[in-house]
């Protein structure tokens, strides 16, 4: 596809429940970032991928957040156990590699959870 | 700590004339990257401009210009000719060369709400 594609573009779920977000960069990226934004902030890392691995996962705030890009393209993000606060924009970015790179942006997944 | 400030939480401006979005950053690395984005009400984060710290010009992009002074650490952005589709929030970001060469994760500022009045 020509951009970055996240699905669903909303999610609305019960505490406790599990979900799964979907990410699906420009074709050539080898560089994937996800990113959670509250209402009225930046954006907060959560996870960077380079290829397949994760090559930063700091930003992941416990364990129940998770996530995959098993052949080092779509990229799923996973919520054990949701909670109240983990109601948010979720952001996913690709990007070429190299320091200047920009990061192009999806529209995002707005999770509910109530 | 910290690593971007956006110290202005919103600015106002009048149609057609300039304004400036401050940013300071915080950084040991010698090899960085600064960027900025602007993100409308529908939500997209759109690249406006970057800017290597090893770069001796400040970066432009039309009417958007990055005064970089590296010795402050301060990297703002200047908006020219203000536009009423300009009104949006600003994010400034840096992204560090972590141990080895590799990129690293880019580090977003709480924005800056700018609003062009007519």
């Known amino acids: 596809g020509a951009g970055v594609s996240q699905t669903p573009s909303n999610k609305v779920t019960e505490k406790g429940k599990y979900v799964e977000l979907r990410c699906d960069p420009i074709?050539?990226?080898?560089?994937l970032y996800w990113y959670r934004q509250s209402l009225g902030q930046g954006p907060e890392f959560l996870i960077y991928f380079q290829g397949t691995g994760a090559a930063d996962d700091s930003g992941l705030p416990n364990d129940r957040f998770f996530a995959v890009r098993p052949e080092g393209s779509v990229s799923t993000l996973k919520i054990q156990r949701t909670e109240r606060g983990d109601s948010a924009v979720y952001l996913c970015a690709s990007s070429s590699w190299g320091r200047g790179e920009k990061l192009f942006f999806g529209s995002g997944t707005q999770l509910s959870v109530l | 700590a910290q690593k971007i400030t956006q110290t202005q939480p919103g600015m106002f401006v009048q149609e057609k004339e300039a304004v400036t979005l401050d940013c300071t950053y915080d950084?040991?690395?010698?090899?960085?990257?600064l960027f900025w984005y602007k993100q409308p009400s529908s939500g997209e984060m759109i690249f406006l401009i970057y800017?290597?710290?090893?770069?001796?010009q400040n970066a432009t992009e039309g009417r958007y210009s990055l005064n970089f002074q590296k010795a402050r650490k301060s990297a703002n952005l200047v908006i020219s000719a203000s536009q009423l589709g300009d009104s949006a929030m600003y994010f400034c970001a840096m992204r560090e060369m972590n141990y080895g060469g590799s990129q690293g994760n880019l580090i977003f500022g709480k924005g800056t709400k700018l609003s062009v009045k007519p």
């Open positions: 074709s050539g990226h080898t560089a």
């Open positions: 800017q290597g710290s090893y770069d001796e």
């Open positions: 950084t040991s690395d010698q090899s960085y990257g």
